[in-house]
């Protein structure tokens, strides 16, 4: 069993449409937790960080529950520039684990 | 803040030869860098970890010996690709954390290797 699975996607949604991406971990000594963005062919840029009582920045809620070890990112009212791979990070001191990443798509 | 430099960004190189990378930290220390292998429509693959004055933590199945990661300073790593084959072509990706903060990582651009 991989230690960070993802929703294997792809995703391909009308702008406008809101849509959620789920993530498992199975190392519950992990320390914290990560939503990275990475577009074709460059570098993961980090979109926001996870926390236990879920924050949300803009258009985009992440929620971690970690007794299920679980953690999800929510994006509505999709652009097309949210059109990338979403790649879910969970971290131990100095151990960074990605999962497989899932494709989203937005279309006029 | 936390800007990561890699270079080169592309390289191509003959088979049996030898290609460094450098990542560098350049506006903070990094006393930990990883390196990082993905290959096409695929995740990122943990590599090795690097610590500055010591020898590199290698992940199963990565060969130390023909990956050669050298961290001499807090602010450069470097990543040798020796000897290589066509196989070994992939693109390659550092990242770095400062030290004692919790912000997640910071990549470098990647270097994107092809061996012909």
């Known amino acids: 069993r991989k230690e960070v699975e993802q929703d294997p996607g792809p995703f391909n949604v009308p702008e406008g449409a809101t849509v959620a991406f789920n993530c498992t971990y199975s190392?519950?000594?992990?320390?914290?937790f990560f939503w990275y963005r990475q577009d074709c062919r460059k570098e993961p840029k980090l979109l926001m960080s996870v926390y236990s009582s879920g924050n949300e920045d803009g258009r985009f809620t992440a929620q971690l529950n970690r007794a299920s070890q679980y953690i999800s990112l929510l994006i509505r009212d999709s652009k097309l520039s949210d059109s990338a791979t979403y790649l879910c990070?969970?971290?131990?001191?100095?151990?960074?684990?990605f999962g497989a990443g899932t494709r989203l798509t937005v279309k006029p | 803040g936390a800007v990561v430099s890699q270079h080169p960004s592309w390289v191509i190189c003959k088979s049996g030869t030898s290609v460094k990378i450098e990542c560098r930290s350049l506006?903070?220390?990094?006393?930990?860098m990883f390196w990082y292998r993905q290959f096409p429509k695929q995740s990122l693959m943990l590599m090795a970890t690097s610590n500055e004055g010591s020898k590199a933590t290698y992940e199963q199945g990565v060969e130390k010996d023909k990956f050669l990661i050298n961290h001499a300073s807090l602010t450069l790593s470097t990543l040798t690709v020796t000897s290589a084959h066509p196989e070994d072509s992939s693109f390659y990706i550092c990242?770095?954390?400062?030290?004692?903060?919790?912000?997640?990582?910071?990549f470098g651009s990647g270097t994107r290797l092809t061996v012909v």
């Open positions: 990242s770095a954390s400062r030290q004692g903060i919790d912000y997640g990582y910071t």
């Open positions: 990070v969970v971290n131990r001191v100095n151990d960074m684990r």
């Open positions: 506006d903070f220390q990094a006393t930990t």
């Open positions: 190392n519950s000594a992990s320390q914290s």
